[in-house]
C-alpha cells in the first residue's frame, strides 16, 4: 500500500536516504529542510504521513506535531537520536502514531508504513495536549533500550485516558516513578498523586487509611478521618506491593474498581471516587490466583494495561546513561565534587547483575561519592561483590538465586546495624512487619 510520506531533517543525508528508500518501496515522498518549510508544504502536497525529526533549529519536532495535528489528516511519526522517555511521552501524549531512533532499521520503517496505511481509516483520533510533559517524577526515568522505549510511548498514550493499569517488575525497577510518570503526564496533574505501600501498612489499618472512618468505628478512631481515595480527588492513587493484600481488602477493592464507590470503616453510605488506580507487584499475580492468594477477579481489573517493567541486568546498555544520571542527582544532594566514573568503574557497573536494580545502582553511587577523594569513582569505590557478576563461577548455584541475594542483603544490614530493627527497616525502605516476615522467612535468628 503506498503512501504519500513527508520527511523533516535537517540533516541533508538523512533526508535523500529516506527518499530514495521509500520512493523504491512504491511511496511518492517530499522532504523538508525544517519545520517552517514542512508547513509550507504539507498544503500542496498533501501528506498521510509525516516522519519528522524531533530537534530542528527554529520549531521542533514536536511543536511540528502539534500544528500538523490541528491542520492536516496525516500521521506523524517522531524520530530522534536523542531517545528518552521524556520527548516520547509528549510525542506519544500528542498524538504521535509512533516513535522511532536512530539509527533507523528501514524494514521495520518499511512495516511501519504499512501499518500506518492500514489503520489510517481506523484510527480514532483524540484531541490530546501538545505541550511537553513536565512535573514531579516525569524527567526521573532515564533509559535508551527499546523496552524502555516502548514503555514511554505507552506511558504517553495513557496519559491520555483514566484506565487502571497494573504495573510489574523486581524490586527497584522503578514502578512507582511509570505511575508518578503517568499521573504527570496526564490532564490531572494538577490533581492529588498518592503513593500506599501495602505492605507498609499494618493490615488492620490498611483499609482505614485507604477508605477513611466514622468517629468510634474502632479503638482510637476519636474524630472522623478521610481516606486517601477521598483526598485524591480525581487524581491517582498508587497501591504498590498489591500482590501482598488478603481477601478481604481485595474484596473491598474490587468494588471501588467496579462501580467507583467504597465505604469508610463503620459508615454506613458509600461515598464515591474519581481517583484512577495504578497498581504494582514484584510478584507475578498469576501465579498468586492459581495459587488462591489473589482474586482472579480483581487481577482482571487491574490488568487493563500491564506494564512489564525489565531487570536491570537485561537492559545493560542503560547502565552507562544511569549511572550518569544518577551520579549528578547524588553529587548535588552531598554536594560532592565528584563529576563522573573511570572506564574501569562502568565495566564493573556493567557486569554487575544488579539484583536490587536501580535502586540498588543509585545506593551503590551513593556510598561510592562517599568514598571517594576526587573527581572520578573507580571501581575500588563500588564494592560490588563476585557473588553477581555476570560469567562469574559460585560453588554453589543457590548462591545466585534471588532467595539468597535476599537473605543475605537482610542479613548485611541487620549486622550493620547491630540488629536494630528500626534503622535495618529505614536502610532497606521496607516496613517493619515487613522486615519481620523476612527475618522468619529466613530464620535470621533476630528475636521480634
Known amino acids: 500500500m503506498s503512501a504519500r510520506i513527508l520527511v523533516v531533517d535537517d540533516d541533508p543525508s538523512i533526508r535523500e536516504t529516506l527518499e530514495r528508500h521509500l ?26 504521513l509525516v516522519l519528522t ?3 530542528m533549529p527554529g520549531m521542533d519536532g514536536l511543536e511540528l506535531l502539534a500544528r500538523l495535528r490541528e491542520s492536516v489528516d496525516a500521521d506523524v511519526v517522531v524520530i530522534t537520536a536523542y531517545e528518552g522517555m521524556q520527548s516520547a511521552v509528549a510525542a506519544m501524549r500528542a498524538g504521535a502514531y509512533d516513535y522511532l531512533c536512530k539509527p533507523l532499521d528501514l524494514d521495520h520503517l518499511d512495516l ?28 526521573e526515568m532515564v533509559g535508551q533500550d527499546p523496552a524502555m522505549i516502548e514503555i514511554y510511548k505507552l506511558m504517553g498514550m495513557l496519559a491520555g485516558n483514566r484506565a487502571t493499569v497494573l504495573v510489574t517488575g523486581e524490586t527497584g ?39 477513611g472512618h466514622t ?35 481485595q474484596a473491598k477493592l474490587l468494588r471501588v474498581l467496579e462501580d467507583r464507590s467504597f465505604y469508610p470503616v463503620g459508615g454506613e453510605r458509600p461515598r464515591r471516587t474519581e481517583a484512577r488506580v495504578i497498581a504494582a507487584t514484584q510478584h507475578p499475580l498469576e501465579d498468586r490466583v492459581r495459587a488462591g492468594r489473589f482474586r482472579e477477579d480483581l487481577f482482571f481489573r487491574l490488568q487493563v ?37 573511570t572506564r ?12 536490587g536494580n536501580v535502586r540498588e545502582l543509585e545506593h551503590t553511587l551513593t556510598r561510592a561519592t562517599v568514598l571517594c577523594r576526587g573527581p572520578l569513582i573507580d571501581a575500588e569505590h563500588l564494592s560490588l561483590g563476585r557473588a553477581h557478576r555476570t560469567g562469574s563461577v559460585s560453588s554453589d548455584p543457590a548462591d545466585d538465586s534471588l532467595r539468597a541475594v535476599e537473605a543475605s542483603h537482610v542479613r548485611r544490614i541487620l ?34
Open 53 to 55: 525529526d524531533v530537534r
Open 173 to 211: 525497577t522503578g514502578k512507582e516513578r511509570i505511575a508518578r510518570g503517568i499521573h504527570f503526564s496526564s490532564p490531572a496533574a494538577a490533581e492529588p498523586f498518592i503513593a500506599v505501600n501495602c505492605t507498609a501498612i499494618p493490615e488492620p489499618l490498611l483499609e482505614a487509611e485507604l477508605f
Open 215 to 249: 468517629r468510634g468505628a474502632f479503638t482510637g478512631a476519636v474524630a472522623q478521618r478521610e481516606g486517601y481515595f477521598a483526598l485524591a480527588g480525581a487524581g491517582t492513587i498508587f497501591l504498590d506491593e498489591i500482590g501482598d493484600t488478603t481477601a478481604e481488602f
Open 344 to 355: 574501569a568503574a562502568l565495566a564493573s557497573l556493567q557486569q554487575y547483575d544488579w539484583p
Open 305 to 341: 494495561v500491564e506494564i512489564r517493567v525489565p531487570p536491570l541486568r537485561e537492559r545493560r546498555g542503560d547502565i552507562p546513561l544511569l549511572a550518569e544520571h544518577l551520579l549528578r542527582h547524588v553529587a548535588r544532594e552531598l554536594h560532592a565534587d565528584v563529576t563522573g566514573l
Open 112 to 139: 511501519l508504513v504499512e501499518r500506518a496505511g492500514r489503520d489510517r481509516a481506523l484510527r480514532r483520533r483524540a484531541g490530546r495536549a501538545a505541550e511537553e510533559a513536565s512535573g514531579p517524577g516525569v524527567g
Open 23 to 48: 520512493s523504491r518501496t512504491g511511496n511518492e515522498v517530499a522532504t523538508a529542510a525544517t519545520a517552517e518549510e514542512a508547513l509550507n508544504t504539507v498544503s500542496s502536497f498533501g501528506p498521510t
Open 415 to 448: 549486622a550493620r546495624t547491630g540488629g536494630n530493627k528500626r534503622e535495618t527497616a529505614r536502610i532497606l525502605q521496607i516496613s517493619r512487619p515487613r522486615l519481620d516476615r523476612l527475618i522468619d522467612r529466613y530464620d535470621l535468628g533476630v528475636p521480634r
